[in-house]
């Protein structure tokens, strides 16, 4: 499994296979085992043990974690590949202008299709379901707006990065 962890601003890719960890690129033996009660770990990375202290941290964001390391304290970000495709899409709405374009975060099977050229969607409504992984995804509007174009139909396989549909934003006044 891979893992995309961001700590103090640097980004670091970490895959996991067992008890072999490829951390950018490199790879080690390790191994991580609870030492008690509650979020107190073990790691062992080659011959190097570490007492480890992890906790989800209090503010709010997925994948967000306060790492103690042999006294030393982290603020962390750890996705896999597919919250980090989806937080990137959202991003990358939010920052856009023009229609806003939705594109698959991931290779799948469109399922349905809520929308229609010409709706009015808000934010957070439900646009598209896919399958992909054997799970099924809903794919939301990241602003309010008017579907401007479909461009798949339930039963359509499609690549990451296709073009689902666009949006264009609403402006006040409208």
Same mark, same amino acid.
């Given at each position: 499994?891979?893992?995309?962890?961001?700590?103090?601003?640097?980004?670091?890719?970490?895959? !996991?296979?067992?008890?072999?960890?490829?951390?950018?690129?490199?790879?080690?033996?390790?191994?991580?085992?609870?030492?008690?009660?509650?979020?107190?770990?073990?790691?062992?990375?080659?011959?190097?043990?570490?007492?480890?202290?992890?906790?989800?941290?209090?503010?709010?964001?997925?994948?967000?974690?306060?790492?103690? &390391?042999?006294?030393?304290?982290?603020?962390?970000?750890?996705?896999?590949?597919?919250?980090?495709?989806?937080?990137? !899409?959202?991003?990358?709405?939010?920052?856009?202008?023009?229609?806003?374009? !939705?594109?698959?975060?991931?290779?799948? !099977?469109?399922?349905?299709?809520?929308?229609?050229?010409?709706?009015?969607?808000?934010?957070?409504?439900?646009?598209?379901?896919?399958?992909?992984?054997?799970?099924?995804?809903?794919?939301?509007?990241?602003?309010?707006?008017? &579907?401007?174009?479909?461009?798949?139909?339930?039963?359509?396989?499609?690549?990451?990065?296709?073009?689902?549909?666009? &949006?264009?934003?609403?402006?006040?006044?409208?």
């Amino acid at each position: 499994m891979k893992y995309y962890v961001n700590v103090g601003g640097r980004d670091i890719e970490v895959e !996991l296979d067992g008890d072999r960890v490829s951390i950018a690129n490199q790879q080690v033996q390790a191994r991580i085992d609870q030492s008690g009660p509650g979020e107190v770990y073990v790691l062992r990375i080659g011959d190097a043990v570490h007492s480890v202290n992890a906790r989800r941290a209090s503010e709010n964001g997925r994948g967000r974690y306060e790492i103690g &390391v042999d006294g030393y304290r982290f603020a962390i970000e750890a996705l896999d590949e597919r919250a980090r495709a989806i937080r990137d !899409l959202s991003r990358a709405a939010e920052r856009s202008s023009g229609p806003a374009r !939705l594109v698959a975060p991931m290779p799948g !099977l469109v399922v349905r299709v809520n929308v229609s050229e010409g709706d009015r969607v808000r934010a957070g409504q439900g646009l598209i379901v896919m399958e992909a992984m054997k799970m099924e995804n809903e794919l939301k509007a990241a602003a309010a707006g008017v &579907v401007r174009r479909v461009s798949v139909t339930p039963g359509s396989a499609v690549e990451k990065g296709a073009l689902l549909l666009e &949006v264009e934003a609403e402006h006040e006044g409208k």
